[in-house]
C-alpha cells in the first residue's frame, strides 16, 4: 500500500504489487494521476496526516483481510469517526509536522474572562513572554463564556482561555455544534470559592439552603461540577431544591449586592471583590472541597494545531513559561500589579493580590493565610477530564455511556504538554492518570462508570 492511498478504502490493499490490481508495480499505481484513493504527492500536510491514518490501521489490522471486512461493513466515515475517538490523529499530525521552522501565523487574537484563573496568559502580555517567541498576540477580554465559545467556533479567536470542561463539551457537540478544540494546559489549580450573601452569615449549613439562588458561570464550568457536588453531599438535589443561574464572572458581585442570588460559586478575585465591596463573605474555598482541582485550561482549536505547528509550539512554550513564573508565590505580588489594569482584570491591586498570595479578608472579621489558595500547574491530566466526564454524565450534561479516556486524550494534550515541558526543563508527570479525593470520596479513574452509579443524587440517562 502506497502512503498516498486511502487506508479507509476497504477495495486497497495494505501490501501486495499494486493495491488497485490495475498497475505492474505500485509505483506505476502512485505514477498514475487517475488512481482511486490517491493525494497529491506534493501536499506534505496531507501526505503526513495519511502516513500517521496508515500506520494506526495496520497497527489495529495486521491481517488485511480483517480491515477490508471491516470498512465494508461499517463504511469509511463511520469507521473514521469511531477511531477518531480512540486516536488524536490531529494531535499526533501536529507533532509529527512540528519543526523549529519559520512562524506560520505571528498575529494571534486570544480570548479571555478577565479573572485570575486566567494568570499565565494574561501576565505573558505585559510580561513579554509572547514577544519573546516572535508572537503578537492580542488579549481580547470577552464578556462571558457563551462568547467565548461562540468565537473560537466562529474561528475569530486563535485560541482562548476556557473553562477546563469547555473544550470537553465543544469537542463532544454538547451545548454547541462539534469542532475539536484541544486543552494545551491547565491554567490554574483551585482558586475559586462559594460566597454567600452577608445575610447568610449565621446559615452556613448548606443542609438548610433549600430554596437559595446561586450563581455559576457557566454550565460546562468547574464551578458548576463542585457547587453540584457540595449540594448534593448534604442532600440536596442541585436541579430541584437550589436555583442554579449562569451569570457571568463580572456581573457576580453586582447580583448579590442587588439581592438577586444568595450566593454563587465563582472565580478569583471576583469572590475576593465581593468582601472588598462588603457584599459577602467567602463560605468556603473550593479547595476545601477538591484540593488541586482544576478550574481553567488554555485551549486551541485542532485545525489551528493541524495549520500552524510552529506557532503552536512558540505559543505552549510562553504559556508554560508563565506558568512556571506564576507557580512561585514571591513572583504573585508583581504578578497582582501587572494584572490588575484595566485593559486586563479592571480590579484593585490589593484585590488581586489578596486572592494571588492567599492572605486575605474572608468577609467574616478574619485575616486567613492559605497558600495554595490558588496554583499555577500547568500539565492536563487524563484523568482531570475523566472526572470532569463523570460528572457531566451524573447530572445528565451527556446520555448513556461514556468513553471517558478515549474522549480525555482526544481533547487534552498531555505527550504535548510532557514534549513541551521538558524542553524547558521542567518536570512533568511520568504518569497519565492519578486519583482524587473529593469530599472524601475517591476517584479512581480505572472505575469511572461505578464512580458516577455510587452517587444516590443523580441524574443520570
Known amino acids: 500500500m502506497s502512503v498516498h ?44 496526516r495519511r502516513a500517521i491514518e496508515t500506520a494506526v490501521m495496520r497497527a489495529i489490522f495486521p491481517n488485511d483481510g480483517e480491515r477490508r471486512r471491516f470498512l465494508r461493513a461499517v463504511g469509511r466515515n463511520t469507521a473514521l469517526a469511531a477511531l477518531s475517538q480512540l486516536v488524536p490523529f490531529g494531535a499526533l499530525e501536529a507533532m509529527a509536522q512540528e519543526t523549529n521552522g519559520a512562524l506560520e501565523k505571528k498575529d494571534l487574537k486570544v480570548g479571555f474572562i478577565p479573572i485570575t484563573c486566567a494568570t499565565p496568559l494574561i501576565m505573558a502580555d505585559p510580561l513579554g513572554f509572547y514577544a519573546k517567541e516572535g508572537l503578537n498576540v492580542q488579549l481580547m477580554k470577552t464578556a462571558g463564556w457563551a462568547l467565548i465559545r461562540d468565537k473560537v467556533i466562529n474561528g475569530e479567536y486563535d485560541a482562548s482561555h476556557m473553562l477546563a470542561p469547555m473544550p470537553i463539551a465543544i469537542s463532544m457537540g454538547v451545548g454547541s455544534n462539534a469542532m475539536p478544540v484541544n486543552v494545551m494546559t491547565i491554567q490554574n489549580i483551585n482558586g475559586q470559592a462559594i460566597v454567600l450573601a452577608l445575610k447568610h452569615k449565621t446559615n452556613r449549613d448548606p443542609k438548610n439552603w433549600k430554596g437559595f439562588k446561586f450563581a455559576i458561570p457557566f454550565d460546562y464550568s468547574i464551578h458548576n461540577m463542585l457547587l453540584r457536588y457540595y449540594l448534593a453531599q448534604a442532600g440536596l438535589d442541585p436541579d430541584r431544591d437550589v436555583q442554579l443561574r449562569v451569570v457571568p464572572p463580572p456581573d457576580m458581585v453586582a447580583n448579590l449586592r442587588a439581592g438577586n442570588i ?82 486586563y482584570l479592571n480590579q484593585p491591586e490589593i484585590v488581586v493580590q489578596q486572592a494571588l498570595t492567599g492572605t486575605f479578608a474572608d468577609g467574616l472579621g478574619n485575616v486567613r493565610t492559605v497558600p495554595d489558595r490558588v496554583d499555577f500547574q500547568p500539565f492536563p491530566w487524563y484523568s482531570m477530564a475523566m472526572w470532569i466526564l463523570t460528572q457531566m454524565q451524573r447530572w445528565g450534561y451527556v ?28 518536570n512533568p508527570p511520568a504518569t497519565d492518570m492519578r486519583s482524587y479525593v473529593v469530599m472524601g470520596k475517591t476517584f479512581d479513574p480505572a472505575k469511572a462508570t461505578a464512580y458516577v452509579n455510587s452517587f444516590p443524587i443523580r441524574h443520570t440517562a
Open 5 to 48: 492511498d486511502d487506508p479507509f478504502n476497504p477495495y486497497v490493499r495494505l501490501g501486495g504489487c499494486c493495491c488497485c490490481g490495475r498497475h505492474a508495480t505500485q509505483a506505476a499505481h502512485d505514477a498514475d494521476g487517475d488512481a482511486d484513493g490517491q493525494i497529491d504527492a506534493t501536499d506534505a500536510q496531507q501526505l503526513s
Open 262 to 343: 444568595d450566593g454563587f460559586l465563582g472565580p478569583d478575585p471576583i469572590n475576593q471583590r465581593a468582601v472588598y465591596d462588603e457584599v459577602g463573605f467567602i463560605h468556603l474555598l473550593s479547595m476545601e472541597i477538591w484540593n488541586g482541582h482544576p478550574c481553567c485550561s488554555f485551549s486551541v482549536p485542532t485545525k489551528f494545531i493541524q495549520q500552524n505547528p510552529n506557532t503552536f509550539a512558540a505559543l505552549y512554550r510562553a504559556i508554560l513559561k508563565a506558568s512556571a513564573m506564576a507557580h512561585e508565590h514571591k513572583n504573585r505580588p508583581l504578578i497582582a500589579k501587572a494584572i490588575a489594569p484595566a485593559k
Open 399 to 426: 446520555k448513556g455511556a461514556v468513553n471517558y479516556k478515549g474522549i480525555a486524550e482526544q481533547v487534552y494534550l498531555l505527550t504535548d504538554a510532557r514534549k513541551h515541558m521538558q524542553q524547558l526543563g521542567m
